[in-house]
């Protein structure tokens, strides 16, 4: 299953994530895959791609980076998945 993970960093704090990454990596558990990330120009936001098939793996991942940053997860499907679904 696919989410999109909006990140708000507290404090506006970009700097502090990155580090965090670059000391520790992503910090996932295997069967979490990251799929992409897009980061908005403000430096507030941070929009990434996750897949898995266990949510707690994705609780965990949460947990670990919410000192630094507020999430909101989605869960989504492909535009195409979802024409298939509506043409069929």
């Known amino acids: 299953m696919l989410f999109m993970v909006i990140e708000r960093f507290r404090r506006q704090d970009a700097k502090a994530v ?3 990454f670059r000391e520790k990596g992503r910090m996932t558990d295997e069967g979490l895959v990251f799929v992409s ?3 908005t120009a403000d430096l507030g ?3 990434q ?3 898995c098939d266990d ?3 994705l609780q ?3 947990a670990e980076w919410s000192d630094l940053a507020e999430f909101e997860i989605v ?6 998945a979802t024409a298939a679904v509506l043409d069929g």
């Open 49 to 51: 791609l996750m897949e």
């Open 37 to 39: 990330s897009w980061v």
């Open 60 to 62: 965990r991942w949460v």
């Open 18 to 20: 990155y580090r965090r």
């Open 45 to 47: 936001r941070c929009f």
């Open 75 to 80: 869960p989504v499907v492909s535009g195409a």
């Open 55 to 57: 949510i707690a793996l």
